[in-house]
């Protein structure tokens, strides 16, 4: 069976290089200008869908969520999404918006679809897949983000995977992935008389070919003839397009790329063209899709007159600058947002804007500067609370309280913010129905809870969120939040009881998985634990805080290769991380090679010199080479950090009594004694041995 194939070169048309893969092939086109983002994505869905839900409906069902999320059309081969209070709000009530990071996990959900729908058709003696993506240099973020984690994650023998298209710049990500994971076949230029060389025919036959192909043809004469036609002439044949696509009932795939785009250049791109890209933007708002809503903004804000059309304007900008946020954009974002400030002096403007930059300031610039956000979001509140119309004046204020609420978090007023919250809810419900802006309410039932959580009042937490759970099942961070309260309660069952359930319902949230992972090895699951940090390594093999628990796991177990391989991994992105130098130097201590232990655990401590675990395990490797006061020092300064604690005291009193320092080594072990937690058995041993 072949590997993945990276096929660059030749015509638009099927390329050589894939041999005995045509048969059982699905070619998907990617380019973004026909479906905006998971173009070729749905193609591929669409393609094994239907066999999926035929055969194993369970497993369609299992991963409904992530395969309608970005790609509703879905909906006439699989019906409905889930309801959530996110996507029954009206846009108005909207409040609750989600970016990059949660289309990731979406996609790896859609992976883990595919991969597991490869297993059981090769299972059932059926053929592997093949999916072609073709024209990747042109796709949108989202689906070449997709295409590299369905590349990396697929085994070739179960599911073959062709990447094709001409050179051209990528993504870092997918560019590694490729080099990585593909064998590369250049396909070379197209022979000349192809169909894809057509300079015989007229120059308006070959600019309506283009418009026609929603301008995504690599045919030269083509663009050549569509570049150089008269602007009346191509604004006519744009018109005519979006009239085609307008007549056919297109989703929102369509308006989001060909539609936008042809109305975009159109006879009207002011009027016609900027309410179809602002149907566009909004729409990928709801769902996330931030790298084409900065998209689709730059673009709107082009076509678009500041004093003619300013609230349409200032939408354009804000959305786009809101979506840098999750792309690390923060410069630019900063930028959009200072433009709409000097642009315009309406005081919402200046209200919603102050609000954003405040936002960025606690929670997003590096270094955080929680005093300057407090400032802007002063501001946003004062605007607030004057503004002319009762309602506005009412939902606005509690909105922009809400966001003072997170700024005093930040700043360690706990107090202030939870008055600051459940002066909100008070105010709302004293002058809303019950159905009225749920989402928003649901939101500050949520803070609240948060509030309650970290100044200790776990019952009353316990259940806000428990109400929540119920308001919105399919919002899991409420069943993950509940679930830490019954892991503080020591009530791991019932704690691994939500996180089951969260699993069930939601897209494969990482941390999710890494949380899980952690309360089954408190549970004693270790086989459970393996799976989800493996899961987790599987989707995000960079996250070096699920490679240090499965690591530290694994030498529990005392698989010590295989704990030492995700160390070796972790350190490989991150040299200087005292917890994988010390898990390092934990490893060889365990392995007997006192010396490279000693090494790595020294570099741990020079890192951090209050990372009591590194200190410990440096004073187990003295005590083992006969440095009884170096260890000593070193369980003393653990003490210092970590309080009583028994076992260490256990440690410095056989390291007193090696040292010939009996009635200190008698201290700590009648001190230990005392404490929760103690080895009675052994330190009575000890004590013995000491007094004799």
């Known amino acids: 069976m072949a590997g993945h194939r990276r096929i660059t070169g030749g015509s638009p048309t099927p390329r050589p290089g894939y041999a005995g893969t045509e048969e059982h092939a699905v070619v998907a086109r990617c380019h973004q200008r026909l479906r905006g983002p998971y173009t070729g994505v749905d193609t591929v869905l669409r393609a094994v869908l239907p066999e999926a839900v035929r055969r194993w409906p369970e497993l369609v069902e299992h991963h409904r969520v992530e395969l309608l999320y970005g790609i509703p059309e879905l909906a006439e081969l699989i019906g409905p999404a889930p309801r959530t209070l996110a996507n029954a709000s009206s846009v108005k009530e909207r409040t609750r918006f989600f970016g990059a990071g949660m289309i990731r996990c979406m996609s790896q959900g859609i992976v883990t679809f595919l991969l597991e729908y490869a297993r059981r058709m090769r299972s059932s003696g059926e053929p592997a897949p093949c999916m072609v993506f073709d024209e990747v240099a042109e796709a949108e973020p989202t689906t070449q983000e997709f295409i590299a984690l369905l590349v990396r994650r697929a085994d070739p023998r179960q599911l073959q995977v062709v990447v094709r298209g001409a050179e051209g710049a990528l993504p870092d990500e997918l560019a590694r992935v490729l ?317 691994l009881a939500d996180y089951d359930r969260a699993v069930q319902l939601a897209p494969p949230f990482p941390e999710l998985y890494y949380n899980r992972g952690t309360a089954r090895v408190e549970n004693g699951d270790t086989r459970g634990a393996l799976a989800d940090f493996g899961y987790v390594l599987e989707m995000e093999p960079d996250d070096v805080d699920t490679r240090l628990a499965r690591a530290e796991l694994l030498l529990d177990l005392e698989e010590f290769d295989a704990a030492e391989a995700d160390v070796t991994a972790g350190l490989e992105l991150r040299p200087a991380d005292p917890r994988l130098l010390c898990m390092r130097g934990t490893i060889l201590l365990q392995r007997g090679a006192l010396a490279e232990a000693f090494e790595a655990l020294n570099s741990a401590v020079d890192l951090d010199p209050d990372y009591p675990a590194a200190l410990l395990n440096r004073a187990v490797v003295h005590y083992q080479q006969d440095r009884y006061q170096a260890a000593v020092q070193d369980l003393t300064a653990t003490l210092d950090l970590v309080g009583d604690d028994p076992d260490v005291l256990l440690n410095r009193g056989i390291a007193y009594q090696a040292e010939g320092r009996r009635d200190l080594a008698l201290a700590d072990f009648d001190r230990a004694l005392t404490l929760p937690g103690a080895d009675v058995p052994e330190l009575r041993e000890q004590r013995e041995h000491c007094l004799a």
């Open 179 to 495: 080099d990585r994971c593909t064998e590369r076949t250049d396909a070379g230029a197209p022979e000349p008389g192809s169909a894809t060389s057509r300079s015989e025919a007229g120059s308006a036959e070959l600019a309506e070919a283009y418009v026609s192909g929603d301008g995504t043809s690599s045919d030269p004469d083509e663009l050549l003839a569509y570049q150089q036609a008269e602007p009346a002439l191509r604004a006519q044949l744009h018109d005519r397009r979006a009239q085609e696509l307008e007549d056919a009932s297109p989703g929102w795939g369509v308006r989001v790329g060909a539609l936008a785009y042809h109305r975009e250049h159109g006879g009207d791109p002011s009027g016609a063209g900027r309410l179809a890209l602002l149907a566009a933007q909004r729409y990928c708002v709801e769902v996330g899709f931030s790298a084409m809503v900065v998209d689709l903004g730059l673009r709107g804000r082009a076509v678009t007159d500041p004093d003619a059309e300013q609230h349409d304007f200032w939408d354009f900008t804000q959305q786009a600058a809101h979506a840098c946020v999750p792309l690390d954009r923060l410069d630019q974002s900063m930028e959009l947002y200072l433009d709409l400030l000097q642009r315009f002096p309406d005081p919402k403007v200046h209200m919603m804007t102050s609000y954003s930059i405040a936002m960025l300031y606690t929670r997003f610039l590096r270094p955080r500067d929680h005093d300057q956000a407090l400032r802007w979001q002063n501001n946003a509140a004062a605007i607030a609370g004057i503004l002319p119309d009762p309602a506005e004046r009412l939902t606005f204020s509690v909105f922009h309280d809400n966001g003072l609420a997170l700024v005093e978090m930040h700043r360690g007023n706990l107090g202030r913010a939870l008055e600051l919250v459940e002066s909100c809810m008070a105010r709302l419900d004293a002058q809303l129905t019950g159905d009225e802006w749920q989402l928003h309410r649901s939101q500050l039932l949520y803070n609240r809870a948060r509030l309650l959580t970290a100044t200790g009042r776990l019952d009353e937490a316990f259940a806000d969120y428990s109400t929540l759970v119920d308001l919105d099942p399919y919002y899991t961070d409420y069943l993950s939040e509940r679930a830490r309260i019954h892991r503080t309660r020591g009530d791991f069952a019932a704690a």
